[in-house]
């Protein structure tokens, strides 16, 4: 019975999330002394998953795949799973996996622990340690169902890289006409997705305007990083609905998130909470978001930001 791990790709390429998860089940799966089977939807060279600690990979290549579907991805994990008699099964907390793995909890009969944020515990890797409260809080949460489902969070797990790669199956399961149709719109193809990204760069309505946006794409592109923005600039249409991160839009877990004109209002902190570094530019030093800031300048965006552009494009 070996530990069976979704791995997520997009386009073809796999996610850095889906070698984070893989790792971790290969730590899941040295603690059980038993093997990882991983589940590749579409990918290209799924054999370099062995790399990050997959024996074997099921590999799943068809059209009506090709966009993400939340009830068709938990139905062809759950066939895999049910196939190779996985009693565990691990995929990340990703934002696809917020509406694939509560529906492949239903689908396995497990017991579901979500946003996993360290390693699998030595006593046992059944125990584990999720962010709760809109990552305000930690809780230890043990899976005590017979098939047990775990999400862990990006940058939970250090990437585990070896030599070796991976035996390639090829894997063609039921797809069931679920009478939804999911077509996937690329609309910024040369830019960094902020799922993706180390580093992610936040406006808010401090910016007055969507004209001003200039300096935050410059800073990004300075960087090799994502744009993102606060609800009420996606709300007044300055930029796209997929930029507005927080609470009730996209999470963020970047190493760097700097946030120029934001508050910090809670349910913007609860989607990027599980950053590693935040940095805030803010004219107001009583704004909420210095409080939960590593780093912080007190100034106006129209200035540090051209600034910071100059010296970084100087370096
Ligand atoms: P503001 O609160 O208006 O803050 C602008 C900031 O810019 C201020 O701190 C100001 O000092 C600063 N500033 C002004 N001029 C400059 C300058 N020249 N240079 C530098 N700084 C400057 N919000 C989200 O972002 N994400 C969510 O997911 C989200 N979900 C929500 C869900 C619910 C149910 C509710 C009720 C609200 C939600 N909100 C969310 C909204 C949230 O409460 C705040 O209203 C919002 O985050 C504020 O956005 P902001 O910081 O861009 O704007």
Redesign the pocket.
């Known amino acids: 019975m070996s530990v069976l791990v979704y791995t997520e790709s997009e386009q073809g390429k796999f996610k850095k999330v889906a070698f984070e998860v893989a790792s971790y089940a290969r730590a899941v799966a040295d603690q059980l002394g038993t093997s990882v089977t991983a589940i590749s939807i579409n990918a290209e060279d799924p054999s370099i998953l062995g790399a990050y600690g997959v024996t074997k990979v099921l590999n799943i290549t068809d059209e009506k795949l090709s966009a993400f579907n939340a009830k068709s991805y938990a139905n062809v994990i759950n066939q895999a799973a049910d196939e190779q008699g996985s009693k565990v099964v691990i995929v990340s907390s990703s934002a696809d996996s917020k509406y694939l793995a509560p529906l492949l909890a239903i689908a396995l009969k497990a017991g579901y622990a979500s946003n996993v944020v360290a390693a699998p515990s030595s006593i046992s890797p059944f125990t584990v340690k999720r962010t709760a409260f809109t990552n305000k809080a930690f809780n230890e949460t043990s899976i005590s169902t017979d098939i047990k489902l775990i999400g862990v969070s990006k940058n939970a797990f250090g990437l585990k890289e070896n030599e070796t790669e991976a035996e390639v199956t090829n894997y063609s399961p039921s797809i069931p006409e679920n009478g939804v149709h999911v077509e996937s719109v690329d609309k910024a193809t040369d830019k960094v997705t902020i799922a993706d990204a180390e580093i992610v760069i936040s406006g808010?309505?401090?910016?007055?305007g969507p004209e001003n946006w200039g300096m935050i794409e410059d800073l990004a592109e300075v960087l090799g990083a994502a744009t993102a923005?606060?609800?009420?600039?996606s709300d007044l249409g300055w930029r796209p609905h997929g930029e507005?991160?927080?609470?009730?839009?996209k999470p963020v877990a970047s190493n760097l998130y700097i946030a120029?004109?934001?508050?910090?209002?809670?349910?913007?902190l609860?989607?990027i909470n599980a950053s590693k570094v935040k940095l805030v530019?803010?004219?107001?030093p009583e704004?909420p978001?210095f409080k939960a800031a590593d780093y912080g300048v007190v100034?106006?965006?129209?200035e540090?930001v051209p600034a910071l552009i100059e010296k970084l494009k100087a370096f």
């Open positions: 808010g309505r401090g910016l007055k923005c606060s609800k009420p600039v507005h991160v927080g609470q009730t839009g120029i004109g934001i508050s910090g209002a809670i349910q913007h609860a989607g530019i803010n004219t107001d704004a978001f100034g106006d965006a129209f540090v």
